[in-house]
């Protein structure tokens, strides 16, 4: 699928985007607009996620059922969108405040579901051509965990001094 290269290379923007925000953030003294960018991404995986569950759910659409698409986009990402914000009041007003275990656990819920959906491509009766949302989604997913954790994460020890 052509499209798949171009999910991969937005997800692969947006990562590297994210990182290069954290690298001069100060690896996590100022984690504000890479915190800002990952809820950004949250809310539109949780409006999507919360649109495609909507249409499965009150209509009859064809395309919209059983739409394996939630695994990818779902509104859980909005719950990990409220942490996320709660997690940059909490740094605003606290420092360097370690992420509450309810946004940790938010985000592994989220990006394993965008991994499990991905896995679950082997079945014959998943068979929805959704490689594009896999693309984009689940590279982001991860990138948004990758992050939760490594701000609830020790900084790395000082090196030896040399004389």
Do not use: C
Not at 51 to 62: E, K, S
Not at 105 to 123: D, H, K, N, P, W
Request: proline share 7%.
């Amino acid at each position: 699928h052509r499209g798949l290269i171009g999910y991969l290379i937005i997800a692969a923007l947006g990562l590297i985007a994210g990182y290069a925000l954290w690298i001069f953030g100060g690896r996590g003294q100022r984690t504000g607009p890479v915190l800002v960018l990952a809820t950004v991404w949250s809310i539109v995986a949780g409006v999507a996620g919360t649109a495609l569950a909507g249409l499965w759910v009150f209509t009859d659409h064809l395309y919209s059922y059983r739409n394996e698409n939630l695994f990818q986009l779902n509104p859980l990402s909005l719950v990990l969108a409220v942490a996320l914000v709660g997690l940059m009041l909490k740094r605003r007003r606290a420092g360097n405040a370690s992420p509450p275990r309810f946004a940790v656990a938010t985000a592994r819920l989220v990006a394993g579901l965008s991994l499990a959906g991905f896995l679950l491509q082997i079945l014959p009766w998943l068979d929805q051509v959704n490689g594009s949302a896999i693309g984009l989604s689940l590279p982001l997913h991860i990138g948004v965990l990758a992050l939760v954790v490594a701000i609830g994460s020790p900084p790395p020890a000082p090196g030896p001094v040399e004389a």
